[in-house]
């Protein structure tokens, strides 16, 4: 007996909870007889999981007053436009600014109180948490090339970043290097992120960004929300962020290795 064939949508939309119920036993069905799209379902349902869990909180709060109002169209093209406009000004809210929020909870002991660091570190510790958040619960493409191209991964990081990236060896704290990839950056040019796991396949991930020449140097700084948490700092024209799910001074143990190993590769 073969099953029905099923497609990625329909994968999809069981992960998110959005499957209509007729099409449900089929896709049971074709999950109990293909376990790789049963666990790559299972890995999109804990990513959304830890996505809700980090963003959530960013739906309880209030839109401030100047942007509502400045979204509001002017009473000449009707007030029927008000409720869509408010809703597109939420929207905007949340992602370019609000998931920045839960960054400024974070606690200032590793370099200085969060609330009076630069735009740019805070947008670098976002975007590299929101970038863990994503890729490491993957479990067929948690990364883009594999550690068995090391040699390739790092040159074309390198000449994609314009900078020698030299990912650190983190065996001897029982972590090994699965891969990386390239990512989209937030207008200083692309980003790379490089992934490690250990042997219960814990993961954590080095998020390294090309900062604008000028840009101030910063300290480790650490922020945190639910078990996520982040170290980050800018050397130079380059940025990086540690991201993993550890108690505080297991990461920050990590990143003083890190730190030290890219200090003796300059």
Known sequence: MTTQAISEAQLHALADGVLPEGERAAVDAYLHAHPQDAARVAAWREQNRQLRALFDPVLDDAVPPPLLQ??????????????????????????????????????????????????????LARSAAIAHAVYTPEVRHPVEVGVEQEAHLVQWLSKRLGSTLQPPVLSPLGYRLIGGRLLPGDGDGPVAQFMYEDGSGKRLTLYVARERAGRQETAFRYTQEKELGVFYWIDGQMGYALSARLPKAELGKIADAVYAQLEAHR
């Open 70 to 123: 400045a979204a509001s169209p002017p009473a000449a093209n009707g007030a029927w436009r008000r409720p869509a406009m408010q809703a597109a000004a939420a929207v905007v809210l949340l992602l370019a600014g609000g998931m920045g929020g839960w960054l400024l909870r974070g606690d200032g002991d590793a370099g200085g109180d969060l609330r009076t660091a630069s735009a740019s570190p805070l947008a």
